[in-house]
């Protein structure tokens, strides 16, 4: 009996190393398993290919179960060549991990002027608390590489009203060590339009030198009548053999369109000197889109008060209007004559409306009729005194 507890240990001493090794192999290859046990380190890109002249980055990453400091080296480096580690935009050597969290390394190379095309490689290790993991990186050196073309959208998806002008900046690479020309094409639906600018220009085709960039603006603009939804919009840039496409989306969005008259269309109207006076003005909603939160605004001579009913409108349907009465009192010191009052309707979302409305001011009839009593008066006292001192 034993012997039992004693074929177990040596039955378990066997097979650790054998449970180990898959991990190991998984760590140099820069895939692991489990972060949680071993300090690991690894890049997503290990093999790169470079012209020659020309320097690169290896991005690494690393983890580890437990925190530590990770002592780090590069080994079987060229020679001749440069290798350094940095994180955070310093030059470091060591880095700590911490369990569950990557920490960031970044590897810059840079092989010596005229080094040979081929195959080069070489390998980072990170030491740390009784661990260790190397991983191998490879960099490809090539007398010239191959020609690409790439677009780069800085936004794909652009949203706009049925009438606005949809634009979206790209920016095209040429990724290969010679000059190409290319012929800018576009698929779009029926009765779009597509232009390509550069430079405040509207092009067809422009050139592009090697390793280099242009910068295009691509214009999209809807047929009238165009329904609400998305549209998508095809470009692509030819030449050489080489080509780079890229998709687009105009999204046409409903916009409110809030237009500001009277019932009738006359824009004008009679007010009495400290008096007040209404109006009837009318909202419309012209729009594809529900107005809301219409705010009501006049601009009136000094001294003038302006109110409206409502003061707000809360949401206007497309295609809707509604009434608002406005009461104006002009100011006790004006003048009779004609005087224009400005009114605003500003909804939350869109262009606002403005009327102007002339508004003619004329003096209180009431002071008429006491001015042709006090008339009457003179005129009678007058005849009063003539009839009894006339006869003497």
Do not use: H
């Amino acid at each position: 009996m034993r012997r039992l507890p004693l074929l177990v240990m040596l039955l378990a001493v066997c097979l650790l190393p054998l449970a180990a090794a898959p991990q190991v192999a998984l760590a140099q290859e820069g895939q692991p398993t489990d972060t949680t046990q071993s300090l690991t380190i690894f890049t997503r890109f290990p093999a790169q290919e470079v012209a020659i002249g020309e320097s690169l980055s290896f991005p690494l990453v690393l983890r580890a179960g437990r925190a530590q400091v990770a002592r780090l080296s590069i080994e079987d480096l060229p020679e001749g060549w440069t290798a350094t580690l940095r994180g955070s935009g310093r030059v470091i050597q060591s880095a700590y991990v911490l369990p569950g969290e990557d920490t960031e390394v970044d590897l810059r190379v840079e092989p010596p002027t005229g080094t040979a095309a081929g195959d080069y490689s070489f390998s980072v290790v990170a030491a740390g608390a009784g661990e260790r993991s190397e991983l191998t990186l490879t960099v490809v050196v090539q007398e010239q590489l191959p020609p690409s073309l790439r677009f780069d959208v800085d936004l794909p998806s652009v949203r706009g009203a049925p009438d606005s002008t949809f634009r979206f900046n790209t920016t095209l690479r040429n990724e290969g060590d010679s000059d190409v020309s290319v012929n800018l094409l576009s698929e779009a639906p029926a009765g779009w339009v597509v232009t390509f600018r550069s430079g405040g220009q509207d092009v067809a085709s422009l050139p592009v030198k090697a390793n280099g960039s242009e910068s295009i603006t691509v214009e999209v603009e809807a047929p009238e009548g165009v329904e609400l939804g998305s549209f998508p919009i095809y470009i692509r840039a030819e030449g050489d053999d080489l080509s780079a496409e890229t998709t687009l989306t105009a999204e046409v969005v409903g916009q409110p369109q809030v237009a500001l008259t009277t019932p009738d269309g006359r824009l004008s109207g009679q007010a009495t000197i400290n008096s007040s006076t209404s109006y009837t003005l009318l909202v419309r909603n012209t729009g594809s889109a529900p107005a809301r939160g219409i705010a009501m605004s006049a601009t009136p001579p000094s001294g003038w008060q302006v109110e409206f009913q409502p003061a707000t409108i809360e949401e206007l349907a497309p295609g809707a209007n509604m009434e608002v009465t406005v009461t104006l009192r002009p100011a006790e010191q004006a003048v009779a004559g004609d005087y224009v009052v400005s009114f605003n309707a500003r909804p939350e979302e869109g262009r606002s409306a403005s009327a102007d409305f002339r508004v003619t001011v004329v003096t209180s009839t009431l002071w008429g009729i006491i001015g042709i009593a006090l008339i009457a008066v003179a005129v009678g006292v007058v005849g009063l005194a003539v009839t009894r001192f006339g006869r003497r």
